[in-house]
């Protein structure tokens, strides 16, 4: 029996058709706004490359990038395809093909949903990435002599200022680096001798952050050193007053701001599935209401068109069975490629006899 049987007259058709060609464009732009959206993402994340360490964060905009150049091609056939249809004479060129366009792009709409749904599984590999890159970046803060590493410090800086935000973790993250350069240390001061001394690496660590880790909203002159000495600031109490300095980790600043932007695409993209889905199954009927058209001849009459011809299970039961029949003849034809007896076997001589001739006695 089959499923969701509907009755088409022709001009139910012919609408349907005119109806599925408008969509179809409707989804070419749709493919649009996925490779616009995939595209935005790929660049967003471009930005701050330099923070962030390298692993698999490209593979969500690179998918939606994908499927959105792949969309606009299989709907523009499908404009195509829905065009003709409205002419039981053109759809008869497109009779073979529309089955498997409507298997391919049920297979791509598949896809769509696994690029939205990579936009909400992808913040844990992103974290990750943050705080490897974030870690490095702040470790090599000081080296603005070294090449490859001299634009870092202007990058951390202006990613503090522009998302508010200090260190990897917070600003605690800054007293355990060596984060001023030595060519700035007064090697002639004791003070900067005892502490490197006083530290077993040899480094110069203090209780102090960058100037970028200011909060200019506080009504207090920036406190960025001695942040934990309570007697080296008038009126000044460090376990109870609030700090003014920005407290969010850059970390989590960045990935709330990413996960932002990729929850919005991961809407966007699940709507867009749903309309492709519906288009798919308008297409669906299209086919299989032209295809009963012209098996009764009848090209002015109804026709019933349906999303499967049997029940799902049947549906389910029929395709087993021909992956089954398939892996069979398969294993069958390696089976017999290897006990054929003409392989391997030696070519002979035929035309040529080593067998002696006995004498036939002579009849007395």
């Keep these: 029996m089959a499923v969701l049987k509907v009755k088409f007259t022709k001009t139910k058709r012919d609408k349907l058709a005119q109806i599925l060609w408008i969509l179809n464009w409707v989804s070419v732009v749709s493919g649009i706004i996925l490779f616009s959206l995939g595209l935005f993402l790929k660049i967003e994340i471009k930005k701050r490359n330099e923070v962030m360490a390298k692993g698999d964060i490209n593979s969500v905009p690179n998918m939606l990038i994908s499927v959105g150049v792949i969309a606009c091609i299989i709907n523009f056939l499908g404009g195509k395809i829905c065009y003709d249809c409205s002419d039981a004479n053109k ?99 004791k003070e900067v001798l005892d502490r490197l001394k006083s530290n077993v690496d040899g480094k110069f660590l203090v209780d102090g952050v960058p100037f970028s880790c200011c909060n200019p909203s506080s009504p207090r002159p920036c ?77 002015e009459g109804e026709s019933d068109g349906w999303l499967l011809e049997n029940s799902f299970v049947e549906t389910a039961k029929y395709n087993i069975n021909i992956i089954k029949n398939l892996s069979k003849a398969n294993q069958i034809s390696t089976v017999s490629g290897m006990n054929d007896p003409n ?22």
Aim: proline share 2%; net charge positive; hydrophobic share 45%.
């Design 91 to 189: 759809f008869s060129r497109w009779k073979l093909v529309m089955l498997p366009y409507i298997v391919c792009t049920f297979c791509f709409t598949f896809c769509i949903l696994v690029g939205a749904l990579m936009c909400y599984t992808m913040r844990n590999e992103l974290e990750e990435s943050l705080y490897l890159g974030l870690r490095d970046a702040i470790k090599f803060y000081k080296d603005t002599d070294i090449p490859g590493r001299c634009f870092l410090k202007k990058t951390v800086d202006l990613l503090q200022i522009g998302f508010r935000c200090c260190g990897n973790n917070g600003f605690r993250d800054w007293f355990e680096i060596q984060w001023v350069s030595p060519r700035y240390l007064n090697m002639a001061s």
């Design 223 to 299: 406190i960025q050193y001695q942040l934990t000495n309570n007697s080296a600031h008038y009126n000044y109490d460090f376990l109870t007053e609030e700090l003014n300095i920005w407290m969010k980790g850059c970390r989590e600043a960045l990935l709330d701001y990413y996960t932002g932007i990729m929850r919005s695409i991961g809407i966007a993209a699940l709507l867009i599935w749903l309309f492709e889905l519906s288009v798919l199954i308008g297409v669906r009927y299209l086919q299989t209401a032209m295809k009963n058209v012209l098996l009764l001849g009848d090209l």
């Design 343 to 364: 392989i391997n076997v030696q070519n002979t001589d035929c035309d040529k006899t080593n067998i002696t001739t006995k004498s036939i006695p002579a009849a007395r």
